[in-house]
């Protein structure tokens, strides 16, 4: 079974529509990410959490937000879908222990806001 | 600030020849560099990483990086690519944060 799992892998959804994007791992760590990939600009971070009680804006936090519900499970929303947040999403992990972390990523899920 | 410029966007080579996927950074303060590769359809996955140490720095499925703190480098290489190879591979830094920056992504496409 895969660490990092995300549900849904596709979305195609409407403007103006509330979408919730899932992560769950079992690697035990406590450190929890999501990216969002668009072509030609590589992995832009969009929140980032330390534990459960730890939550910060990446880059592009505008139009979305997220919830750590426990350790193993961080989700993203948007709560307002628009156009230009279709992109692949990816949530990632890592140990925690200092800047050399390793970050272990899940499969992404492609979304589409027509 | 750190960034991080990967030079070419996209780069086609021969099987079995060789290949080298450029990287260059900056950064003010001590510098830890890896090296991700993306298959077709799945998430990133650690190739290499550089800490501290010998500045050649070998990973898996025959890629090595190489260090070079003058030139602010951090290429990759492999010296006999594979139709298998076929990815996109991205460089990126770890910021005083605890974050990560990433560049924009190289993709390799190996021909027959």
């Known amino acids: 079974d895969a660490d990092v799992t995300q549900t849904p892998r596709n979305r195609i959804t409407k403007t103006g529509k509330r979408i919730m994007l899932e992560c769950s791992q079992t690697k035990g760590h406590d450190r929890m990410y999501w990216y969002r990939q668009d072509p030609g600009l590589g992995l832009q971070l969009i929140y980032y959490s330390f534990d459960v009680k730890d939550i910060n804006k990446g880059e592009i936090s505008d139009g979305y937000s997220v919830s750590r519900q426990a350790q193993a499970k961080f989700s993203l929303s948007l709560e307002s879908a628009i156009p230009n947040q279709t992109a692949l999403y990816f949530c990632a992990t890592s140990a925690g222990l200092d800047r050399t972390d390793t970050q272990y990523f899940g499969p992404g899920t492609r979304l589409t806001v027509l | 600030a750190q960034s991080v410029t990967q030079l070419d966007s996209q780069v086609p080579v021969f099987e079995e020849a060789p290949v080298e996927l450029r990287c260059n950074y900056s950064?003010?303060?001590?510098?830890?560099l890896f090296w991700y590769v993306q298959y077709p359809n799945q998430g990133l996955q650690l190739l290499l990483k550089?800490?501290?140490?010998?500045?050649l720095v070998k990973g898996i499925n025959g890629f090595e990086a190489e260090f070079n703190k003058s030139q602010t480098s951090f290429h990759l290489r492999k010296p006999s690519v594979h139709i298998s190879d076929t990815a996109e591979y991205f460089c990126a830094v770890s910021s005083g944060t605890y974050k990560y920056i990433f560049g924009t992504g190289t993709r390799l496409k190996v021909l027959a």
């Open positions: 950064s003010s303060v001590s510098v830890y």
């Open positions: 550089y800490l501290s140490g010998s500045t």
